[in-house]
């Protein structure tokens, strides 16, 4: 196969291993994602979803294999090309990691200031757009320890958009939240998915969520894709064994 992605393909992983140790996480994975697509990686727990994640973040790195990014390459490839590949992905944590001792405006205009130059009024007034799409434009001058979790969450999500990223990865958003709170953070991503055009990656355990908003599942076994479809393929009719026992003990 070309590593070469097609005009249309936003991320591609080409034959990509990751070990940890004697630990095979990912193994020869292949896979791409279209622009302005929603997908989503579901599978058992340890099966390397938040790796993907995380390598696209370069936050590790693979130990073979070619992945890129809006035609350029993040693996392998030297620093400058990474930092500018970079600029095309935002990410959203289990955990919010806000800036503790930033109000929340400036949690969201801190990044566009100082990393893309924007101008303070010009972040600001994106920001209030942000914050409003996410539920909290009259919150913006509270500190994440004056909110809940769920509204910690959507103030990251806001700060993730801000960056104008490509692509949008989501790393079980909503773990670390009481229940109660959940659903207004994944209603908040399902409007971002149904109102913008932005690419998403999201490894979830919110199977009516998945459900809802991907155009395709890939169903992840031992640091393979076991199978991928439609969420209506995936969810009524999977061909896998695996695929079946997986949903049987989540849904
Ligand atoms: P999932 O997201 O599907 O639960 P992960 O990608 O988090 O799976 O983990 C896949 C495997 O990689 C697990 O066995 C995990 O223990 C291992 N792993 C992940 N990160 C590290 C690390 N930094 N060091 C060692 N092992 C790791």
């Known amino acids: 196969m070309s590593a070469d992605p097609t005009p249309h393909e936003l991320i591609r992983f080409d034959n990509v291993t990751k070990r940890f140790g004697d630990n095979t996480v990912l193994d020869n994975l292949c896979f791409s994602v279209e622009t302005g697509k929603h997908v989503t990686l579901i599978g058992p727990s340890g099966s390397g979803k938040t790796t993907i994640l995380r390598l696209l973040m370069t936050l590790v790195k693979p130990d073979e294999g070619v992945i890129s990014v809006n035609g350029g390459r993040l693996f392998p490839a030297d620093e400058k090309e990474v930092r500018e590949v970079r600029k095309n992905i935002g990410m959203v944590f289990q955990q ?49 320890t004056q909110l809940s979790g769920g509204q910690q969450q959507r103030v990251a999500i806001a700060r993730a958009l801000a960056m104008r990223p490509q692509v949008l990865l ?66 009524s009719d999977p061909e896998h064994e695996r695929t079946r026992e997986f949903l049987g003990a989540v849904l």
């Open 170 to 235: 989501l790393d079980e958003v909503t773990s670390a939240l009481d229940p109660e709170l959940v659903a207004g953070v994944l209603d908040v991503l399902r409007d971002i998915a149904r109102t913008t055009d932005i690419t998403m990656l999201c490894v979830t355990h919110e199977m009516n969520f998945a459900r809802d908003i991907s155009d395709d599942v890939l169903m992840f076994d031992a640091g393979r894709v076991i199978e991928s479809g439609s969420p209506e393929k995936i969810f």
């Open 96 to 144: 919010f990691n806000l800036f503790p001792h930033m109000n929340v405006l400036r949690n969201v205009t801190e990044a566009p200031v100082r990393v893309l130059g924007m101008s303070k009024d010009e972040a600001a007034e994106r920001a209030k757009g942000l914050l409003d799409l996410v539920g909290l434009g009259d919150k913006q001058d509270m500190r994440p």
